[in-house]
């Protein structure tokens, strides 16, 4: 049998390769907008924007790998269910293709570290005066505080444009706080607050669920939550027990901030 | 082909017993284990209610407890696992002809029934075990996915739903674990390396009774109220659940016992029974994913067996590790079970991982491509794997700092991973393709584990984990590594290794019509739930969202046909082992050493001690009769 030349298998491989990563890469431009729920805080747009990224990213490696495979069965392929008379080429190795494979491979590792790394001293960066809401779980709904002004809800209520700072604990088991519009999660804990913040920048109503297993209504421990503006979210706070001088004080912000 | 059997020698099998060999393991087996179980498990049990719960009734935590590790005891007392200790410490120690005995000479297929050492015996009760693990599991991912069909379902009650959902993730847990370990490291693995056994023999029928006897306690946790805390039990969440909990618990201390000695067994094995020129750079890639595998395992399970055995004081003697009013915390449990979970994912993964590429040198006839750099690889994973575990808990609020080391360890994985990857599609290159139903499934892991693994990444990168984690996205990725890579790449050593095994050929034509309702069960299935992550879902819930229907609804269509997949590929299993067409020694023409013996395979394997000159990877390099035999053994 005549073997062909490996420049011809690496230019089927590669026109192999370079089709899958086009349908990859336009799957993963197309898809995550459509599929994920509104993104309504830099938080949420981050996780869109890394599905995004993360998978025009990856669509190149698993597509080469995908074309090795299908090229593979297509022109390598023995005919019948006979063990083969011939055996394949004895190649036991090229340290070429290994070592470009590891430097890509680290290449990509360092570019998904660079990524998450950014993304994090980007959330670490503090703003001045944000809203301190306190988040508790208990089997099984939510509950939400703002200090400051003694109302307390069970709907999650928000300014649009202002930092607002979550203190996050349980009553009893543990609860995993997720606000999926608004990208963030983490975990309500007996006895323990933790703190995660976000800045909502859309106007509208978004989901609060529970992400964490907590017992047997685990699937109904969810609730909604609502971006007002703030002249809205002052007037929600009043409206739901808080005096006039409190809700001013607590939801309208220093001059600068405030955008709408 | 080389033949390993002159006309002559006797067989050991056919040795003529003295009329009392093997003593009291005449009159054992699996049904006297069974009742010494139960007596014993009822012994416990009374005694426990009687002398240690003055002023609480019939049920709590230290009655369950007594009486579940009673029931272990019991049955390996009956099974016989402790005679030959207890033999040896009384000072007259098992004869020849005893050890022949233990062995299974003699006694058909009952031995398949008893506490037998011969590792081929033990393989194949695991890959029975494993089955029927399988079927438990399947049924009760059927039972949850039946539940989903409707958004307010009440096919199940959330009590009831929460519990199958842990069993159903234990179980498969269980049986992912031993599922290469169990049959193939077993069975496969001393032949492989020209061993006459495994280095522990009884370790070994120990290794399997354990996991035997400690299934038992995990399904009683049904009738003991149920496990509602999910197969990762968090604290404090499990302080809540019911008497079960403990039964749970009982059953995973137990499993990593098995886990342990089983790990032990076969790194030892492998370290110190090679034969002669089988030197480390001649290792088949397989035997060195088992080595891997489990020295990682001895790692990993200890933790698990700590967490567990801690959950229970804090249950049953009123300490608080994980109780956050008496000063505990449940950080400390999520920690310890991850310490376990994330090494142990790679205990399932690195096994059937190394048999796709060992499967695939035989059906691209071709040598392994860069062998020592895949060595290097599952290295690689094992040694990162134990530094990953806090990426599932990114969200939960312990150490918030920990982020970037942890996002970096988890991601440098994906270089060794990636090894793996080009080692396979290098061995494809220019092979001689030879499809038949074990390269199906190579093919098949590799379009999942690809899936599988870049999912991965998005989880191991904190932006979107904040969003993705605890989402049905989790679930969707985890399965498509673990049942679409791992178990498949199980599935293909079953294909691959069945004619050693069985002395008989899987059928073929049945075979493909499993392959393709698996493969595109797995498909249907996980785009479903991959589509519920991303449109937000949680995990673990038994009613949701109407929003979230059509994806569900996909997603239980087909999981469906998986099980039907699953369900002919297990029919297909048992009527081809029953009738199927009989298989030579060798009918792939494979160059290792199991290959080499003749099928049925005789005790102690080899009838002349085999000298290894060459590995088994010499495709189109040496003449195609020959294998990595020397002269020696001819």
């Not at chain 1, 909502?200 to 297993?213: A, E, I, M, N």
């Not at chain 2, 522990?200 to 290794?207: C, I, K, M, T």
């Amino acid at each position: 049998m005549e073997r062909p030349s490996t420049a011809h298998i690496v230019r089927g491989i590669l026109l192999l390769t370079a089709i899958m990563t086009a349908i990859g890469v336009a799957l993963g431009i197309l898809l995550p907008n459509h599929i994920m729920p509104r993104q309504m805080s830099a938080d949420s747009h981050a996780a869109v924007m890394t599905v995004i990224v993360f998978s025009v990213a990856a669509a190149p490696v698993a597509a080469l790998v995908y074309a090795v495979g299908l090229y593979s069965l297509l022109r390598w392929r023995h005919k019948g269910a006979e063990q083969p008379t011939i055996d394949g080429a004895p190649i036991r190795g090229n340290n070429a293709v290994t070592t470009t494979w590891l430097i890509v491979s680290t290449v990509l590792v360092i570019f998904v570290l660079g990524w998450g790394l950014t993304f994090l001293s980007s959330a670490a960066t503090p703003h001045a005066d944000p809203l301190e809401v306190n988040v508790i779980g208990q089997q099984w709904a939510w509950s939400f505080q703002y200090p400051g002004t003694g109302v307390e809800s069970s709907k999650l209520v928000l300014p649009v444009n202002r930092e607002v700072h979550f203190h996050v604990s349980s009553k009893d088991v543990t609860h995993g706080f997720w606000p999926q519009e608004l990208g963030i999660q983490i975990d309500a804990n007996a006895l323990q607050s933790s703190s995660i913040s976000t800045t909502p920048d859309k106007l509208g109503s978004f989901s609060v669920r529970c992400s964490q297993l907590c017992g047997l209504y685990h699937a109904y421990m969810q609730t909604k939550g609502e971006v007002l503006s703030q002249k809205n979210f002052a007037a929600w706070l009043q409206a739901n027990g808080a005096s006039a001088s409190s809700a001013s004080r607590v939801a309208v912000v220093a001059q600068g901030r405030a955008h709408s | 082909m080389t033949t390993t059997q002159s006309a002559s020698a006797p067989l050991l099998e056919d040795t003529i017993l003295e009329p009392k060999a093997g003593g009291l393991y005449r009159h054992q087996h699996a049904g006297t284990g069974l009742l010494v179980g139960i007596a014993l498990g009822f012994i416990g049990w009374l005694l426990s209610t009687s002398f240690l719960q003055s002023n609480e009734s019939f049920g709590s935590d230290m009655t369950t407890t007594v009486t579940m590790v009673s029931w272990v005891i019991g049955f390996n007392i009956g099974v016989g696992s402790f005679n030959a200790p207890i033999r040896w410490l009384l000072g007259h120690d098992q004869t020849h002809h005893d050890e022949l005995y233990a062995a299974g000479v003699g006694q058909g297929w009952k031995r398949y029934f008893k506490f037998c050492t011969d590792h081929k015996v033990v393989g194949t009760q695991y890959l029975v075990l494993v089955m029927v693990l399988f079927g438990v599991g399947g049924t009760l991912a059927m039972m949850i996915r039946t539940q989903l069909l409707s958004p307010h379902s009440t096919f199940l009650s959330p009590e009831t739903y929460n519990s199958i959902v842990s069993i159903h993730g234990m179980v498969m847990i269980i049986a992912t674990i031993i599922m290469v370990s169990g049959p193939f490291a077993n069975f496969v693995m001393p032949i492989m390396i020209g061993a006459k056994d495994m280095a522990f023999p009884r370790l070994n029928a120990l290794s399997f009774w354990t996991v035997v006897s400690a299934v038992p306690c995990l399904l009683a946790t049904f009738f003991l109220g149920g496990v509602p805390a999910g197969w990762t039990t968090y604290a404090p969440l499990s302080a809540q659940a019911p008497i079960a909990m403990d039964a749970f618990a009982i059953t995973i201390i137990t499993f990593v016992v098995s886990v342990t000695v089983a790990g032990i067994n076969t790194v030892v094995t492998i370290l110190t029974m090679r034969a002669k020129g089988m030197t480390f750079g001649r290792l088949p890639i397989f035997t060195w994913g088992s080595m891997i595998g489990g020295a990682l395992g001895l790692y990993a399970m200890p933790a698990f067996l700590i967490a567990q055995s801690a959950l229970i004081t804090d249950r049953v003697t009123g300490t608080s590790f994980f109780v956050a009013a008496q000063g505990g915390t449940g950080w400390l449990y999520e920690n310890m079970f991850w310490i376990m979970g994330h090494p142990e994912v790679y205990v399932i993964l690195i096994p059937p991982v190394a048999a796709v590429l060992e499967i695939t040198t035989v059906f691209a006839r071709k040598p392994l491509f860069a062998s020592k750099v895949a060595i290097g690889g599952m290295v690689g994973i094992a040694g990162l794997s134990i530094m990953v575990w806090a990426h599932h808990m990114f969200t939960t609020g312990w150490a918030p700092n920990l982020g970037g080391p942890f996002m970096l360890t988890t991601e440098l994985i994906s270089i060794p991973t990636g090894i793996i990857f080009l080692c396979l599609i290098g061995t494809l290159w220019r092979g001689q393709i030879w499809t038949r139903l074990p390269m199906f499934f190579v093919y098949l892991f590799l379009w999942n584990f690809i899936i599988g693994g870049v999912t991965g990444i998005y989880l191991s990168d904190l932006p979107a984990d904040q969003y993705f984690h605890g989402n049905m996205f989790v679930t969707a990725h985890f399965h498509y590594t673990l049942l679409g890579g791992a178990m498949i790449g199980a599935a293909a050593a079953v294909c691959f290794w069945f004619p050693k095994m069985t002395t008989r050929m899987l059928n073929e034509r049945v075979g493909k019509v499993s392959f393709w309702m698996i493969a595109i069960g797995i498909q249907i299935t996980y785009y479903g739930q991959f589509l519920e992550g991303f449109e937000g879902m949680p995990r673990r819930v038994a009613n949701y969202d109407p929003q979230f229907l059509h994806a569900n609804l996909i997603s239980s269509a087909g999981a469906y046909l998986l099980m039907a997949g699953w369900v002919v590929m297990a029919y297909n299993i048992v009527s081809s082992w029953r009738s199927g067409e009989m298989a030579g020694a060798n009918p792939w023409g494979s160059k290792t050493l199991e290959w080499q013996v003749p099928t049925p395979v005789p005790l102690e394997n080899f009838l002349v001690e085999p000298i290894v000159v060459a590995d088994a990877y010499g495709y189109g390099e040496t003449p195609q009769t020959s294998t990595q035999l020397g002269e020696g053994h001819r």
